[in-house]
Structure formats: C-alpha cells, structure tokens
C-alpha cells in the first residue's frame, strides 16, 4: 500500500465558488516581491547595503528547509505540524519587504532624516510584496512571534486631549542575519555605515554659510594684517601681545575654514 505522504503532482484547485485560496503553488512558490531589489550604482551607493540584500536572497531557503533554518518561525503557531507553505511564502516575502526598507545603522524600518526618524506603514510592506493587508498582517504575527521583528505601538496626543495613532515602530533583530550566517558580516557594514554618518553630520553641521560669518567676524575683531613688518614697542607685555596678535591673524588666513572653537584652541596653544 502507498503511503499518503508520498510525493504527488500539483493538481491546480478550482476557486469559482471563492475561499480562502490565494493560488500558491508549494511546488514553484512565489518568492520575490514586486520590484527588485535595488543595489545602486558601481561603488554601492544609494542602493540597499550589501548584507540586506544577500539575506534576502538566502531567505527562500527557509521554504525548502524550515526546521533546519528557523525553527522559532516554523513553530511560531505553537503546532507540532509544520508550517503551511502559503503562510511560509507569506512570511518570506513580507521579511523580504521590511528588510528592504529597514535602516541599517539604528535597524529600523524607515528613513531617517533630519526630523529624526520616518516610520514606513504596513501599506508600504503590502505594495512591496502585493499582498492584502490582511495577509501581511498574518505574517507579521509568526514574525514577532518568532522573535525575527518587534513592533512598537506610536502615538501622539492632540489639542483637545485625544489620541491619534501613527506608524508603529518596526524593528528586524540582528539574530536573523545570525542565522544565516551573516551576523559577523552585518556587524561590519552597521560599524562602517554608523562612522559614515557620523563624519556627513559633523560636516553638515558647518555650512558654507556658517564658515562665512566665522571668517568676516575674524576680520572683524583683528583687522587685516599690514603688509609692513610691524614696529614693536620697547615694552614686552605690548610686544608680546602684537605678537599673539600677528599669529592669529595668520592662522585664519590659512585656516579660513576654522570654527571659532578652532581658533580659541590655537590661542590656547600659544598662550
């Protein structure tokens, strides 16, 4: 007698009368999302870092193998039956999605700017993968709790004391690169990324403008340096001062790029 789990042929199912049937196909399933992920230009710039995308590219494996790969995810319905293969489709592509709009540095899902930090909505993940919102949803649930994404509830208060909900706080934990054997690479690229930005804000910080007030208020207060080699005075207390004097002028002449903190450190030096 033939054992009722031996392999079978996919038999396509009729859903004219409708049904919970989203046309999954176990033996070729749907593992993508709906746009490639972009990988920027030649240097790696402006695409998604190197890590994120090398992740989602070995998270079909998960299919194919689920116990062996997470088995927090395949037993995140508390059943001693495997996974369903629509709801592990589901899962992948959805992680796919937030992967691709996650933050490396604070690993976060959304944008960080000046304001701080951008929360992207479910809507965007359900766009990215064309899924209902419901269907993520679901697969949202395995992921947390697998313990793969967190999500934090956001609100604000408004004038007349209400509440208005905006875009929770999202979350992937670092373990799930661990998992697939990325956690040394990804704790490079996040190192690597989080000086870039520290070294773009500080420049940042000193606009053109800013360097252009500093100089003319150097100006300003010291005048400009005579071309004639100065005449100093017998006393060395004055003397000593038109020296310091001189120094100045001609460290901000070199250095017309020098903050004021720039200057008082030089002088600092000298004194």
């Given amino acids: 007698?033939?054992?009722?789990?031996?392999?079978?042929?996919?038999?396509?199912?009729?859903?004219?009368?409708?049904?919970?049937?989203?046309?999954?196909?176990?033996?070729?399933?749907?593992?993508?999302?709906?746009?490639?992920?972009?990988?920027?230009?030649?240097?790696?710039?402006?695409?998604?870092p190197w890590v994120i995308r090398e992740l989602i590219d070995r998270l079909p494996e998960y299919f194919w193998n689920p116990e062996g790969k997470l088995h927090s995810l395949n037993n995140a319905n508390d059943s001693d039956r495997q996974q369903r293969t629509e709801r592990r489709e589901s899962c992948i592509c959805v992680l796919m999605a937030i992967l691709k709009h996650t933050d490396l540095v604070t690993m976060r899902m959304g944008i960080p700017n000046n304001q701080g930090f951008k929360h992207l909505?479910?809507?965007?993940?359900?766009?990215?993968?064309?899924?209902?919102?419901?269907?993520?949803?679901r697969a949202v649930k395995d992921l947390k709790a697998a313990g793969i994404i967190t999500v934090k509830a956001?609100?604000?208060?408004?004038?007349?004391?209400?509440?208005?909900?905006?875009?929770a706080a999202k979350s992937v934990s670092p373990l799930i690169f661990a998992a697939f054997g990325l956690d040394k690479r990804l704790a490079k690229a996040r190192k690597k990324l989080a000086k870039s930005r520290k070294e773009k804000t500080l420049v940042n910080m000193v606009t053109?403008?800013?360097?252009?007030?500093?100089?003319?208020?150097?100006?300003?207060?010291?005048?400009e340096k005579s071309r004639k080699k100065p005449q100093y005075a017998a006393n060395d207390g004055a003397q000593s001062q038109r020296i310091l004097s001189d120094r100045l002028i001609k460290y901000v002449q070199d250095n017309p790029n020098a903050s004021l903190e720039d200057l008082k450190a030089f002088k600092a030096n000298l004194a």
């Fill in 154 to 167: 956001r609100y604000e208060i408004k004038e007349d004391g209400s509440y208005r909900g905006l875009s």
């Fill in 1 to 48: 007698m033939a054992s009722i789990f031996a392999p079978h042929a996919y038999a396509p199912r009729d859903n004219s009368k409708g049904g919970n049937f989203c046309w999954h196909n176990p033996a070729a399933p749907s593992l993508g999302l709906m746009k490639p992920v972009n990988e920027g230009t030649e240097n790696g710039k402006g695409g998604v």
């Fill in 208 to 223: 053109p403008t800013a360097r252009a007030r500093d100089a003319l208020r150097f100006k300003g207060v010291m005048g």
């Fill in 121 to 137: 909505s479910w809507k965007v993940i359900a766009n990215a993968t064309g899924y209902h919102i419901k269907r993520v949803q």
